[in-house]
Protein backbone atom coordinates (compact mmCIF):
# COMPACT_ATOMS: atom_id res chain seq x y z
CA UNK A 1 0.00 0.00 0.00
CA UNK A 2 1.10 3.72 -0.96
CA UNK A 3 1.93 5.44 2.66
CA UNK A 4 1.71 9.59 2.22
CA UNK A 5 2.79 10.80 5.58
CA UNK A 6 3.16 14.45 7.04
CA UNK A 7 5.20 15.53 10.02
CA UNK A 8 1.79 17.19 11.98
CA UNK A 9 -1.56 16.40 12.06
CA UNK A 10 -2.18 19.80 14.33
CA UNK A 11 0.39 22.74 14.40
CA UNK A 12 0.22 26.18 15.84
CA UNK A 13 2.22 28.92 14.69
CA UNK A 14 2.86 32.97 15.32
CA UNK A 15 2.94 35.28 12.69
CA UNK A 16 5.71 36.35 10.96
CA UNK A 17 6.87 32.66 11.96
CA UNK A 18 8.55 30.39 9.31
CA UNK A 19 6.80 27.33 8.74
CA UNK A 20 8.30 23.98 7.27
CA UNK A 21 5.63 21.25 6.22
CA UNK A 22 6.73 18.29 5.96
CA UNK A 23 6.16 14.50 3.60
CA UNK A 24 7.23 12.00 2.87
CA UNK A 25 5.95 8.98 0.44
CA UNK A 26 7.07 5.18 0.45
CA UNK A 27 6.31 3.87 -3.50
CA UNK A 28 9.26 5.89 -5.22
CA UNK A 29 6.40 8.46 -6.66
CA UNK A 30 7.68 11.17 -9.09
CA UNK A 31 4.89 13.55 -8.38
CA UNK A 32 4.11 15.17 -5.30
CA UNK A 33 1.63 18.02 -4.71
CA UNK A 34 0.74 20.31 -2.17
CA UNK A 35 -2.97 21.75 -1.26
CA UNK A 36 -4.98 24.09 1.05
CA UNK A 37 -8.64 23.27 1.94
CA UNK A 38 -10.30 25.70 3.48
CA UNK A 39 -14.63 25.68 3.47
CA UNK A 40 -16.24 26.52 0.43
CA UNK A 41 -13.53 26.54 -1.34
CA UNK A 42 -12.87 23.00 -2.12
CA UNK A 43 -8.81 21.41 -2.37
CA UNK A 44 -6.41 24.02 -4.06
CA UNK A 45 -2.61 23.29 -5.33
CA UNK A 46 -0.07 25.46 -4.07
CA UNK A 47 2.64 23.44 -5.68
CA UNK A 48 3.89 20.35 -7.03
CA UNK A 49 6.80 18.58 -8.59
CA UNK A 50 7.45 16.20 -10.87
CA UNK A 51 11.28 15.49 -10.14
CA UNK A 52 13.64 15.97 -7.51
CA UNK A 53 14.77 19.99 -7.87
CA UNK A 54 11.59 20.30 -10.16
CA UNK A 55 8.96 22.57 -8.87
CA UNK A 56 5.82 24.46 -10.62
CA UNK A 57 3.69 26.70 -8.89
CA UNK A 58 0.04 25.82 -8.87
CA UNK A 59 -3.16 27.68 -8.31
CA UNK A 60 -2.53 29.97 -5.28
CA UNK A 61 1.68 29.68 -4.97
CA UNK A 62 1.90 33.37 -3.22
CA UNK A 63 3.00 32.99 0.51
CA UNK A 64 4.70 29.43 -0.08
CA UNK A 65 7.93 27.99 -1.78
CA UNK A 66 8.78 24.43 -1.38
CA UNK A 67 11.85 22.06 -1.79
CA UNK A 68 12.32 18.58 -3.19
CA UNK A 69 15.91 17.58 -2.18
CA UNK A 70 15.26 13.83 -2.36
CA UNK A 71 12.58 11.70 -4.30
CA UNK A 72 10.49 10.66 -1.31
CA UNK A 73 10.39 13.79 0.79
CA UNK A 74 8.53 17.39 -0.72
CA UNK A 75 8.76 20.47 1.65
CA UNK A 76 6.27 22.93 2.37
CA UNK A 77 7.75 26.26 3.46
CA UNK A 78 5.23 29.10 4.67
CA UNK A 79 8.13 32.04 5.14
CA UNK A 80 6.45 34.34 7.43
CA UNK A 81 3.09 32.63 8.54
CA UNK A 82 0.12 35.10 8.46
CA UNK A 83 -3.31 34.44 9.93
CA UNK A 84 -5.31 33.99 6.22
CA UNK A 85 -2.74 30.69 5.93
CA UNK A 86 -4.85 29.08 8.23
CA UNK A 87 -6.08 26.27 6.83
CA UNK A 88 -5.89 22.40 6.34
CA UNK A 89 -2.47 21.50 4.37
CA UNK A 90 -2.91 18.18 2.16
CA UNK A 91 0.14 16.38 0.55
CA UNK A 92 0.02 13.72 -2.27
CA UNK A 93 1.92 11.63 -4.71
CA UNK A 94 1.12 9.71 -8.17
CA UNK A 95 3.63 8.21 -10.70
CA UNK A 96 4.97 10.29 -13.33
CA UNK A 97 2.50 10.78 -16.70
CA UNK A 98 4.28 13.51 -18.29
CA UNK A 99 4.93 11.15 -21.44
CA UNK A 100 1.89 9.18 -21.98
CA UNK A 101 -0.19 11.72 -20.65
CA UNK A 102 -2.02 8.72 -18.90
CA UNK A 103 -3.84 9.51 -15.57
CA UNK A 104 -2.70 8.23 -12.34
CA UNK A 105 -4.27 8.27 -9.02
CA UNK A 106 -2.95 11.10 -6.33
CA UNK A 107 -2.43 9.31 -3.00
CA UNK A 108 -3.48 11.67 -0.18
CA UNK A 109 -1.54 12.22 3.44
CA UNK A 110 -3.49 12.52 6.43
CA UNK A 111 -3.54 16.65 6.38
CA UNK A 112 -1.79 18.94 8.68
CA UNK A 113 -3.98 21.86 10.31
CA UNK A 114 -2.28 24.68 10.86
CA UNK A 115 -3.35 27.36 13.07
CA UNK A 116 -1.38 30.70 12.62
CA UNK A 117 -2.34 33.01 15.39
CA UNK B 1 -9.64 26.30 -16.60
CA UNK B 2 -12.17 23.38 -15.69
CA UNK B 3 -14.91 24.74 -13.64
CA UNK B 4 -16.25 21.25 -11.69
CA UNK B 5 -19.80 21.73 -9.79
CA UNK B 6 -21.01 19.16 -7.84
CA UNK B 7 -24.23 18.74 -6.58
CA UNK B 8 -26.09 18.54 -3.49
CA UNK B 9 -23.91 20.43 -1.48
CA UNK B 10 -25.30 18.66 1.24
CA UNK B 11 -26.94 15.31 1.61
CA UNK B 12 -28.25 13.72 4.67
CA UNK B 13 -30.31 10.30 4.22
CA UNK B 14 -31.86 7.39 6.43
CA UNK B 15 -29.50 3.90 6.56
CA UNK B 16 -30.33 1.71 3.60
CA UNK B 17 -31.08 4.56 0.87
CA UNK B 18 -29.49 4.77 -2.49
CA UNK B 19 -27.74 7.93 -2.90
CA UNK B 20 -26.27 9.72 -6.00
CA UNK B 21 -23.90 12.48 -6.27
CA UNK B 22 -23.46 14.38 -9.29
CA UNK B 23 -20.35 16.00 -10.82
CA UNK B 24 -20.45 18.37 -14.42
CA UNK B 25 -17.41 19.88 -15.58
CA UNK B 26 -16.91 22.60 -18.41
CA UNK B 27 -13.87 21.55 -20.38
CA UNK B 28 -12.80 18.06 -21.88
CA UNK B 29 -10.91 15.96 -19.65
CA UNK B 30 -8.80 13.07 -19.39
CA UNK B 31 -10.09 11.18 -16.49
CA UNK B 32 -12.48 12.19 -13.30
CA UNK B 33 -11.66 11.06 -10.09
CA UNK B 34 -14.14 10.34 -7.09
CA UNK B 35 -12.08 10.34 -3.60
CA UNK B 36 -13.66 10.31 0.33
CA UNK B 37 -12.92 12.39 3.13
CA UNK B 38 -13.76 11.02 6.60
CA UNK B 39 -13.60 13.67 9.31
CA UNK B 40 -10.28 14.02 10.53
CA UNK B 41 -9.05 14.67 7.30
CA UNK B 42 -7.52 12.00 5.21
CA UNK B 43 -8.71 11.65 1.57
CA UNK B 44 -8.80 8.30 -0.02
CA UNK B 45 -9.42 8.04 -3.83
CA UNK B 46 -12.42 5.92 -4.80
CA UNK B 47 -12.08 5.77 -8.52
CA UNK B 48 -10.71 6.65 -11.34
CA UNK B 49 -12.65 6.60 -14.32
CA UNK B 50 -12.47 7.84 -18.24
CA UNK B 51 -15.36 6.18 -19.85
CA UNK B 52 -18.36 3.92 -18.69
CA UNK B 53 -18.73 2.70 -15.28
CA UNK B 54 -16.71 1.29 -12.50
CA UNK B 55 -18.23 -0.52 -9.45
CA UNK B 56 -16.48 -1.43 -6.11
CA UNK B 57 -18.34 -3.09 -3.22
CA UNK B 58 -21.79 -0.60 -3.10
CA UNK B 59 -20.01 2.01 -4.76
CA UNK B 60 -20.53 3.03 -8.30
CA UNK B 61 -19.17 5.92 -10.39
CA UNK B 62 -20.57 6.43 -13.74
CA UNK B 63 -19.09 9.19 -15.95
CA UNK B 64 -21.10 10.32 -19.69
CA UNK B 65 -17.79 12.29 -21.61
CA UNK B 66 -20.12 13.88 -24.39
CA UNK B 67 -22.46 15.36 -21.51
CA UNK B 68 -19.33 16.19 -19.40
CA UNK B 69 -21.12 14.76 -16.16
CA UNK B 70 -20.13 12.15 -13.61
CA UNK B 71 -22.35 10.39 -11.10
CA UNK B 72 -21.35 8.59 -7.89
CA UNK B 73 -24.24 6.09 -6.04
CA UNK B 74 -24.25 4.38 -3.20
CA UNK B 75 -26.47 1.40 -2.94
CA UNK B 76 -27.76 0.16 0.95
CA UNK B 77 -26.25 3.46 2.46
CA UNK B 78 -25.03 3.12 5.90
CA UNK B 79 -23.70 5.44 8.68
CA UNK B 80 -20.43 4.60 7.76
CA UNK B 81 -21.03 6.56 4.52
CA UNK B 82 -21.17 9.50 5.73
CA UNK B 83 -18.37 11.60 4.93
CA UNK B 84 -17.43 14.47 2.06
CA UNK B 85 -17.06 13.10 -1.59
CA UNK B 86 -15.31 14.99 -3.72
CA UNK B 87 -15.17 15.44 -7.43
CA UNK B 88 -12.24 15.84 -9.13
CA UNK B 89 -10.89 16.20 -13.13
CA UNK B 90 -7.73 15.99 -14.92
CA UNK B 91 -7.10 17.90 -18.15
CA UNK B 92 -6.78 16.49 -21.51
CA UNK B 93 -3.24 18.19 -21.68
CA UNK B 94 -0.39 16.01 -22.09
CA UNK B 95 2.91 17.25 -19.79
CA UNK B 96 3.28 19.14 -16.85
CA UNK B 97 -0.52 20.25 -16.77
CA UNK B 98 -1.87 17.24 -17.34
CA UNK B 99 -1.03 16.06 -13.38
CA UNK B 100 -3.16 19.01 -12.33
CA UNK B 101 -6.86 18.10 -10.78
CA UNK B 102 -9.54 20.48 -10.42
CA UNK B 103 -11.40 19.69 -7.21
CA UNK B 104 -15.05 20.39 -6.86
CA UNK B 105 -16.17 22.09 -3.84
CA UNK B 106 -17.50 18.60 -2.12
CA UNK B 107 -20.81 16.93 -0.84
CA UNK B 108 -20.94 16.10 3.01
CA UNK B 109 -22.82 13.39 3.04
CA UNK B 110 -24.74 12.39 6.15
CA UNK B 111 -26.48 8.99 6.62
CA UNK B 112 -28.66 8.34 10.00
CA UNK B 113 -29.39 5.37 11.59
Known amino acids: DVKVTQSSRYLVKRTGEKVFLECVQDMDHENMFWYRQDPGLGLRLIYFSYDVKMKEKGDIPEGYSVSREKKERFSLILESASTNQTSMYLCASSLFAIISGRPYEQYFGPGTRLTVT | KNEVEQSPQNLTAQEGEFITINCSYSVGISALHWLQQHPGGGIVSLFM???GKKKHGRLIATINIQEKHSSLHITASHPRDSAVYIC???????????????FGKGTKLSVIP
Open chain 2, 49 to 51: LSS
Open chain 2, 88 to 102: AVRSGVKGAGSYQLT
